[in-house]
C-alpha cells in the first residue's frame, strides 16, 4: 500500500512532442505528490508538486495532471526539447511521514 | 550555499574492505536520507535520520550502518563491501515538518565493488 509504481520505465520523444509519464498510488493517505528530475551525473532535484485538492498544476512547460478518484497522476511536458531528457521520478508523502515513497523512475529521451 | 556535498565522489572497494561515505549539509536541515540507485531500481532508501544522534532502517538498509552525531552530517558505513552493493549512493536532506517532500540531493558517489 506503500507503492507508488510508475511507467513506462523509458520513453522515447522526438523534439516538440509531448512525453507523459504515469504514476498510480494506493494509500489514500498521500497528499502531497513531487515530481524529481535528474540529468545524467547528478542528483535529483525537485520539478513540481501537486495537493490532491487541485487537478492540474502547471509550472512551465510541465503540467502535472491528478485524478483523485483514480489515485493516478501524470507529469506532461508540452514542446519537449533535447535538454529535457533526463530520469523522471514521481513520489508520494502523507502529513507527518518522515520519508517520500518514489516511482521506479522513467528514463526520458527527446530526440532532435 | 553549498547545499548537499558528497564525499567521496567515486571509490572501488575489494570484497571485504570497509569504508564511509559522507554526506553534509549547510542547510540546517532535521532529516537527512540515504539512498542507493541501480539501473531499473529506482532510488532505494536505506537509512534515514529525522534530527542529530537519531537514525532508522530505510527498505535496504542490509549490510549498512550511519551515523548522525552532528546535525549537518549522515555517515553511511559499509562494513564489509559485497559486489552487490555496486551502486551510486546519493545523500539529501529536508527541513521538517512543513517541507519534508522537497528533498535536497547531494551529487551523488559512484562506488564500485570488485
Known amino acids: 500500500q506503500q507503492q507508488v509504481k510508475q511507467s513506462p520505465q523509458s520513453l522515447i520523444v522526438q523534439k516538440g512532442g509531448i512525453p507523459i509519464i504515469n504514476c498510480a498510488y494506493e494509500?489514500?493517505?498521500?497528499?502531497?505528490f513531487p515530481w524529481y528530475q535528474q540529468f545524467p551525473g547528478k542528483g535529483p532535484a525537485l520539478l513540481i508538486a501537486?495537493?490532491?485538492?487541485?487537478s492540474e498544476k502547471k509550472e512551465g512547460r510541465f503540467t502535472i495532471s491528478f485524478n483523485k478518484s483514480a489515485k493516478q497522476f501524470s507529469l506532461h511536458i508540452m514542446d519537449s526539447q533535447p535538454g529535457d531528457s533526463a530520469t523522471y521520478f514521481c513520489?508520494?508523502?502523507?502529513?507527518?511521514?518522515?520519508?517520500?515513497?518514489f516511482g521506479q523512475g522513467t528514463r526520458l529521451t527527446i530526440n532532435p | 550555499n553549498a547545499g548537499v556535498t558528497q564525499t567521496p565522489k567515486f571509490r572501488v572497494l575489494k570484497t571485504g574492505q570497509s569504508m564511509t561515505l559522507l554526506c553534509a549539509q549547510d542547510m540546517n536541515h532535521e532529516y537527512m536520507y540515504w539512498y542507493r540507485q541501480d539501473p531499473g531500481m529506482g532510488l532505494r532508501l536505506i537509512h534515514y535520520?529525522?534530527?542529530?544522534?537519531?537514525?532508522a532502517k530505510g527498505e535496504v538498509p542490509d549490510g549498512y550502518n550511519v551515523s548522525r552525531l552532528k546535525k549537518q552530517n549522515f555517515l553511511l558505513g559499509l562494513e564489509s563491501a559485497a559486489p552487490s552493493q555496486t551502486s551510486v549512493y546519493f545523500c539529501a536532506s529536508s527541513y521538517w515538518p512543513k517541507s519534508t517532500y522537497e528533498q535536497y540531493f547531494g551529487p551523488g558517489t559512484r562506488l564500485t565493488v570488485t
Open positions: 535520520s529525522v534530527g542529530e544522534g537519531t537514525t
Open positions: 494509500n489514500t493517505a498521500f497528499d502531497y
Open positions: 501537486i495537493r490532491p485538492d487541485v
Open positions: 513520489a508520494a508523502i502523507y502529513q507527518g511521514a518522515q520519508k517520500l515513497v
